[in-house]
């Protein structure tokens, strides 16, 4: 395995519902590292970017609109094996088959307003984190990675 990065989003249900420190208590208490941090609202042009694979899709727009009402935290989450262990701390993307313990299955109900968002290759968290992220807001944690999660 190698340290990765990926995009994890709080979506503004999550935001909403306060459950953004539950949320990134679980990253944390994983192992993970947060290595950048933002509270925002996204515009919806940066939207359909993020989105844009899903361009054309029947949920497409209302999925932008969603994204887009209200404010989101934005994260960058390091570790060894992170863009498939976040991936598995959230789980299925429609709650109803997500594994229980993982987020959306512990706090979520519908697959539209399923809290959290994750990058789900190496592309795609380059690609994503940049719509996100500059150079300047990452944080070296290379102190706490050698500390907590290198095994040597
Ligand atoms: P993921 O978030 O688990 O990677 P994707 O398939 O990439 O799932 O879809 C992105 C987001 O679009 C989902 O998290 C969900 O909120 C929404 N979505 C996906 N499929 C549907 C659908 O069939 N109806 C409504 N919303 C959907
Ligand atoms: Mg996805």
């Known amino acids: 395995m190698a340290i990765e ?3 994890i989003l709080c979506k503004p249900d999550a935001v909403s519902r306060g459950l ?7 990253l944390e208490r994983r192992g993970y590292l947060l290595v950048a941090m933002k509270l925002m609202q996204l515009d919806g042009e940066r939207a359909r970017k993020h989105y844009g694979e899903h361009a054309g899709k029947p949920f497409f727009d209302g999925l932008v609109e969603f994204i887009t009402s ?8 390091e570790g060894e094996g992170a863009i498939d262990g976040c991936r598995q701390l959230i789980g299925a993307t429609n709650p109803l088959a997500a594994a229980p313990g993982s987020i959306r299955a512990d706090l979520a109900q ?10 789900d290759g190496k592309e795609s968290a380059e690609r994503e984190l940049a719509i996100f992220f500059r150079d300047n807001d990452y944080v070296s944690r290379r102190h706490d990675l050698e500390r907590w999660i290198y095994e040597k």
């Open 20 to 26: 953004v420190g539950e949320i990134v208590s679980r």
């Open 110 to 119: 519908t697959i539209g307003r399923n809290l959290v968002h994750g990058s």
């Open 70 to 77: 209200g404010p989101l935290v934005a994260m960058c989450v």
């Open 5 to 7: 990065r990926t995009l």
